[in-house]
């Protein structure tokens, strides 16, 4: 006599997320508020909710970026401005849905690139000079100076 037996395997939630982004990123400081820098992505090998991630930004003192926790999108919360701050360093956290929950941390550096944002203006605010009619032509008559 035969009989049929089935086996169901469960899956546990035996796998930490795993992080498959780079290190550092760089974002133009004229970028629009809302811009999107960079989008996350990790992995978990687990199936099920055990498998589905969400993101978070751990800490960010200056609020000035956040992260989407469905899809790892991280935008820009302010204006950026490269001579203020050149660089952040920000800790995102991906975190798996099963029982008990694993998660997993990644350090991100946001390199903030420069754009021709700053005016020039003399180092003076007025230069006076006198001319008189017997100096040849080309001669210098004055020195003037700007900085950014």
Do not use: H, K
Request: aromatic share 6%.
């Amino acid at each position: 006599m035969f009989v049929q037996l089935t086996i169901t395997v469960d899956d546990v939630n035996d796998n930490w997320p795993q992080f498959t982004s780079p290190a550092a990123v760089t974002v133009a400081e004229d970028s629009p508020v809302g811009s999107s820098v960079f989008q996350l992505t990790a992995t978990d090998a687990d199936l099920d909710d055990a498998g589905q991630l969400t993101y978070r930004l751990l800490e960010d003192s200056t609020a000035t970026f956040n992260v989407s926790a469905r899809d790892g999108v991280v935008r820009t919360r302010r204006r950026l401005d490269r001579e203020t701050t050149a660089r952040y360093r920000l800790r995102f956290v991906a975190v798996d849905a099963g029982t008990p929950r694993r998660s997993t941390s990644v350090l991100l550096t946001v390199n903030v690139g420069d754009a021709n944002d700053q005016a020039p203006r003399f180092t003076r605010p007025r230069y006076v000079a006198a001319v008189t009619d017997q100096l040849p032509v080309g001669a210098v008559v004055t020195t003037v100076s700007a900085v950014c």
